[in-house]
């Protein structure tokens, strides 16, 4: 195992599916990230880096930004003719914004794709993504809770959390909160430290928050703010539950449910462009005065 003083994890996408400014969304928030000289910077779509050197990075949910979010990260840039950096990427759901930037890897590069069966199911049964080509890019399925290493001396764990199947696959109105392969997070461990990655979450329940407590760093779905929250700026008609996100706020928010866990540092990510917490104001100061930050990108964090 690594040293705990060895993890080096950036947040690449700090934005939900679409990202902020949205393309064809004029809310507040993305027409301020719109203005060039505007505090609200834009921000790209869910994605999460690790290395344990510098060198070597693995990287969580390859969004559809993911070239831009390499050019702003020179970490994540080739050293030499043809060269990646990038060694690995790990599914956490088959949404398109954790899957279409496998597309955008596609130039001859040699890395593996660690996912659940039914992620890469998904993957396999879409002749789109056979432009990966199977020589330099390998898939390896991941059942739930088994030991696999995105690199070397870094031990991750996949494990359910309640989500939905993704938009695509949706046929009538799906079944909310099942527990399963659609929707994983992720546990990075080192010798001491417990690092997760939950970038979408239908519900707080008992066995994920007894999981979660005392971990010393979670990077966690920030989606909305308020459940109603697409409805009431007509932004969309349905709420973040049926959307498969729990929210921030309000009644069995996970603002509340993660306060009580005595978790170390409490990032929130995927944070849709409706959200209030994105600017200064009420929501976002409520947010931090309970021990949350606010993710964005490029932050970087050292455990």
């Not at 510098?54 to 070239?67: C, L």
């Not at 702003?72 to 949404?95: C, E, F, M, W, Y």
Request: glycine share 10%.
């Amino acid at each position: 195992m690594n040293k705990a003083s060895d993890l080096r994890i950036i947040l690449l996408g700090a934005a939900a599916g679409g990202g902020l400014p949205q393309w064809n969304c004029g809310c507040l928030n993305c027409s301020s990230a719109r203005e060039p000289n505007a505090i609200l910077r834009p921000q790209t779509q869910s994605s999460l880096a690790v290395s344990l050197d510098g060198e070597a990075w693995t990287v969580f949910n390859a969004s559809p930004d993911i070239r831009q979010q390499i050019q702003d990260n020179r970490a994540l840039q080739p050293r030499r003719l043809r060269h990646s950096p990038i060694k690995s990427v790990v599914l956490t759901n088959g949404d398109i914004d954790h899957l279409a930037g496998l597309l955008v890897l596609r130039e001859k590069q040699a890395f593996t794709v660690f996912s659940t069966g039914t992620v890469s199911q998904i993957i396999a049964e879409n002749s789109v993504f056979r432009v990966l080509d199977p020589g330099l890019v390998s898939r390896r399925i991941v059942a739930i809770e088994e030991p696999f290493s995105p690199l070397p001396g870094l031990e991750a764990r996949l494990f359910a959390v309640p989500g939905k199947v993704p938009l695509f696959l949706e046929d009538g109105e799906p079944d909310l909160d099942v527990e399963g392969e659609h929707t994983v997070g992720v546990e990075l461990g080192t010798d001491a430290k417990r690092i997760y990655y939950i970038p979408g979450c239908g519900l707080l329940n008992d066995a994920l928050g007894a999981r979660l407590r005392d971990a010393d760093a979670l990077f966690f779905d920030g989606t909305l703010f308020r459940d109603d929250e697409m409805i009431a700026t007509g932004t969309g008609h349905k709420t973040g539950r049926r959307m498969g996100h729990m929210p921030i706020a309000g009644e069995g928010g996970s603002l509340d449910a993660l306060a009580a866990l005595n978790i170390r540092k409490k990032v929130y990510v995927h944070i849709n462009n409706t959200n209030p917490i994105w600017q200064a104001g009420t929501e976002r100061a409520h947010v931090e005065g309970r021990g949350f930050e606010v993710g964005f990108d490029g932050m970087e964090v050292r455990l």
